[in-house]
């Protein structure tokens, strides 16, 4: 206990400046703007926030564990979840500085925040990325150590964490923005500073209103879910009970000890398990056919498609390809690529904000545009349209270090990289310092391509130049 007397003391010292720090990086944070009138919560909205001053959010709370239910029972749900993390975090992190004065400080921070916060390990990444999108919220506590590292950013179940708001969507107080409540007894376990706990919100109702928290990607869909697993369980059940042949017994006059005997040693001789009927009125074996329509499940077809219609992607990604016209797949692909892009930049977000507040408690305060933290692969585009958008770009004239950026890479690191080549023994040197050949000819056919999309070739110049022999 001895040891962690400095680091609160530290961190209290740290606190106080930090306010202010805070205030300038996010002025909307606190109290009302200058000129800022009226409130930014409906009123439903805000009775529903008194309450959640005094106990959890157990609307909130109850989504998030029918989501977490869904992923745990349902295997489509599950690769539904699985699968936007993955596509979000390809490729890995990459910090893009625009100011060169500051790289070499940023670099070195980033590079050391980095490994401490595992933030270069996938599974780190993913199970953030799975949290994002099962909680729709990202909640990260920062940790510090005693010399104001930030050391860890453990992600926190944001079904508990109650934003400590007023009436008007702002904090009351920056120094006590978040609590986490216990379940059972309502009690505080918790409370953290609006700079100690990262919350990245997914499609709040209001981005401005501090207290409107993120919604989980499928809590759309969940209703929609209910009636298609008991339809599921039903055409189960009916399948079972009116599939097979079965037949009906009829021993006319019999008792009811001679049906017994007959029914045991009928099944008996058998040798399994059997459902036939058995009467003691009129005699006769009489055939009892199965249900003919068992393959008309068009209500379950409509469930499942209006299930994936609130998905992120279409069901032919996941496995239902009936009946897709491959053309149409391809354009549903991109709008599927559009909701992993935009969940790139929310959890993308996180890291940054989480990145900015080690860097103002080690005295640092970067301008909010001197940096940006982004996922390397875009999933809209794919690599090879990458690499053509890239070439068009050399064509137009761009700046190499502009182009570099666009395609996910850090710079500094490929101009290092080349410095490194440069000085290496190579025989065939490349003469030009941008990286590309020189002399390298781009040609850009608009309209020469699938989907009328842009052809693009690249011709080296000759040993002479480009101007034939001597």
């Known amino acids: 206990m001895n040891a962690l007397v400095p ?53 909130r709370r109850e989504l998030v564990q029918m989501i ?18 993955r596509d979000c975090i390809r490729g890995g992190l990459v910090l893009q500085v625009k100011e060169r004065h500051s790289s070499e400080v940023l670099k070195r921070e ?8 595992q933030l270069d390990n996938v599974e780190k990444l993913k199970s953030d990325g799975r949290g994002l999108v099962m909680e729709g919220n990202l909640p990260l506590q920062l940790l510090f150590d005693s010399t104001m590292n930030v050391v860890a950013g453990v992600r926190m179940p944001s079904e508990t964490i109650q934003p400590m708001t007023d009436l008007g969507g702002r904090f009351q107080d920056p120094a006590k923005a978040f609590e986490q409540r216990d379940v059972m007894t309502g009690r505080t376990i918790g409370s953290w500073a609006a700079w100690q706990m990262v919350m990245a919100r997914l499609d709040p109702d209001n981005f401005d209103d501090l207290g409107s928290m993120g919604r989980p990607f499928l809590d759309s869909c969940a209703k929609t879910w209910r009636k298609l697993t ?19 017994h009829v021993l006319e006059g019999a008792t009811d000890d001679d049906l017994a005997k007959y029914r045991q040693d009928h099944e008996a001789k058998q040798g399994e398990i059997t459902t036939d009927f058995y009467l003691n009125r009129k005699g006769g074996v009489q055939p009892v056919q199965g249900d003919s329509t068992l393959g008309e499940i068009t209500d379950v077809v409509h469930l499942l498609d209006s299930f994936y219609a609130g998905g992120p992607a279409p069901k032919a990604l996941f496995g239902y390809t009936d009946g897709l016209n491959r053309d149409i797949l391809e354009d549903l ?4 690529y559009d909701e992993v892009d935009g ?16 860097l103002l408690f080690k005295g640092v305060d970067p301008d909010p545009d001197e940096f940006t933290l982004r996922f390397a692969q875009r999933r809209t585009d794919t690599p090879n349209q990458v690499a053509d958008l890239a070439l068009k770009y050399m064509a137009l004239g761009i700046p190499w270090e502009m182009i570099w950026s666009n395609m996910g890479m850090d710079p500094d690191f490929v101009l290092q990289k080349l410095a ?21 000819k781009v040609s850009v056919t608009p309209g020469n391509a699938p989907k009328q999309e842009s052809s693009t070739s690249i011709s080296n110049a000759g040993g002479n130049g480009g101007r034939g022999r001597a």
């Open 420 to 440: 490194e080549q440069a000085k290496r023994t190579d025989p065939y040197p490349l003469p030009s310092a941008g990286g590309g050949q020189a002399g390298a």
């Open 333 to 336: 692909k991109r709008d599927y």
């Open 343 to 358: 969940l790139q930049d929310c959890q993308a977000s996180a890291y940054a904000i989480a990145f900015r507040m080690h």
């Open 68 to 85: 977490r239910t869904m992923d745990r029972e349902d295997g489509r749900v599950k690769r539904i979840h699985s699968k936007l993390a």
């Open 7 to 59: 680091i609160k003391q530290t961190m209290a010292v740290a606190s106080r400046s930090m306010r202010a720090a805070w205030q300038k990086f996010f002025p909307a944070a606190g109290g009302k703007l200058q000129g800022e009138q009226g409130d930014r919560v409906d009123a439903e909205t805000a009775l529903h926030r008194l309450y959640a001053r005094m106990w959890i959010d157990t609307e």
């Open 230 to 248: 008991m339809t599921e369980e039903d055409l189960v059940i009916r399948r079972r009970m009116r599939a097979p042949l079965r037949l009906a």
């Open 110 to 117: 980033w590079s050391a925040f980095l490994g401490r916060l």
